[in-house]
Every structure is written in structure tokens, then in C-alpha cells.
T-cell receptor
Framework: DAKTTQPPSMDCAEGRAANLPCNHS???????VYWYRQIHSQGPQYIIH???NNETNEMASLIITEDRKSSTLILPHATLRDTAVYYC????????????FGKGTHLIIQP | EAGVAQSPRYKIIEKRQSVAFWCNPI?????LYWYQQILGQGPKLLIQ????????DSQLPKDRFSAERLKGVDSTLKIQPAKLEDSAVYLC?????????????FGSGTRLTVV
């Protein structure tokens, strides 16, 4: 699976949109982009995933660039409960491998 | 639906002792994973089960770690004997079909401290 690069930490004001970038310049055509987050003392939580089209669900939006070399996770109205480590992972679609986590981005929502 | 259940929540043991962790995945989820998360790092996959069979245990330290998933439902992960470097959170996750693009559901983990 391709490697991802994320900033180690980011701050965002409560109520504003949090935009978390991820670089995956070596992504292959059949690899999906997944986002998970891990709130302190909890297990990771699935947020969203996509292949090439932008995706939106009740938690977040995922914007994937046309060349698929980077993506952005958007939390539209961040709250204090969104403070967590966010992991961007690429994984082969229909692949049998488990998820490979990096160190992620520690997002801190400021009141 | 009920989430992935793990127990115990915390465990403290001395080095060279043995320890076991239990996981009950979401009903109907065929694939079960055990991850190890050392402080400050992302989770690392240890073993993957499909029903009651092992499909990937390449990162499991087999000299001291073992896991089983009898009847394709609950699973246990055992460490014997434990070392100081085994101090970590052990996470269990499940998914409906490992070959599809579903998200995984993780449990809250068991925090192991080896002293």
C-alpha cells in the first residue's frame, strides 16, 4: 500500500471548518483513501473513504485532487469533541490486507 | 448495533508473566483483527482472521504471542511470557467483509502495562 504524509499537528477554532491535508503521491489506481480518527483512550473510528470522487457523509467531506496525489478531510463545523488524532490511509480496493496506520495528525480544537 | 467488546480494559503484569485479552466482534462480521498500539504511534496489525481461520499473522511475534478465534466469533490474544516492550494498547477490530470496502469498527482496547 502507498505511503501517506500528514502534518503532525494542527489547530482549529471551534465552529470553524477543519481542513486536514494528506499527501499520497504514490497512490495506485485501485487504492482507496480512508480516514479514521482516534479520540483519547478510545479505539480508532472510521470516518469516510473514497476512490476518486469527492465524498460526503454525516461526519465529514473528503476532497480528492484530480491526480489523486493528495486529499483533504473537511470537518465543516468543528467542535471540542473533534479533538483527536486523524489518520489518512491508502488501501487497495478489495484488498485482503489490514489497514496500515501512520502517526496521523493531532487536531486540537480551540474554544 | 452493539460495538466491538474487549476485556479487560486495563491489565498490569510483571515481566515473564502471561496475559490474555478477549474480543467479541460485531455480530455477523467475518473478519477480525488484532492491533498493537504503542504510546505515540499508530496501531500496528498483529493478526487477521477470516471466520475462524488465520489469513495474515506475518507481524505476530509467534515466539510469545498467540491468538485464536474458535467458532469464528470471539477471539483471544495471549502473550506468554510478557516483556517490558509489550506495554501497549491492544485493539480488536472487525469488518463485515475484508475484501469489500467497508470501514472497520474498533473496540476501546486493553491497556497492558508490563513492569
Amino acid at each position: 500500500d502507498a505511503k501517506t504524509t500528514q502534518p503532525p499537528s494542527m489547530d482549529c477554532a471551534e465552529g470553524r471548518a477543519a481542513n486536514l491535508p494528506c499527501n499520497h503521491s504514490t497512490i495506485s489506481g485501485n487504492e482507496y483513501v480512508y480516514w479514521y480518527r482516534q479520540i483519547h483512550s478510545q479505539g480508532p473510528q472510521y470516518i469516510i473513504h473514497g476512490l476518486k470522487n469527492n465524498e460526503t457523509n454525516e461526519m465529514a467531506s473528503l476532497i480528492i485532487t484530480e491526480d489523486r496525489k493528495s486529499s483533504t478531510l473537511i470537518l465543516p463545523h468543528a467542535t471540542l469533541r473533534d479533538t483527536a488524532v486523524y489518520y489518512c490511509i491508502v488501501r487497495t480496493g478489495g484488498g485482503a490486507d489490514g489497514l496500515t496506520f501512520g502517526k496521523g495528525t493531532h487536531l486540537i480544537i480551540q474554544p | 448495533e452493539a460495538g466491538v467488546a474487549q476485556s479487560p480494559r486495563y491489565k498490569i503484569i510483571e515481566k515473564r508473566q502471561s496475559v490474555a485479552f478477549w474480543c467479541n466482534p460485531i455480530s455477523g462480521h467475518a473478519t477480525l483483527y488484532w492491533y498493537q498500539q504503542i504510546l505515540g504511534q499508530g496501531p500496528k496489525l498483529l493478526i487477521q482472521f477470516q471466520n475462524n481461520g488465520v489469513v495474515d499473522d506475518s507481524q505476530l511475534p509467534k515466539d510469545r504471542f498467540s491468538a485464536e478465534r474458535l467458532k469464528g466469533v470471539d477471539s483471544t490474544l495471549k502473550i506468554q511470557p510478557a516483556k517490558l516492550e509489550d506495554s501497549a494498547v491492544y485493539l480488536c477490530a472487525s469488518t463485515k467483509d475484508r475484501l469489500a470496502n467497508y470501514g472497520y469498527t474498533f473496540g476501546s482496547g486493553t491497556r497492558l502495562t508490563v513492569v
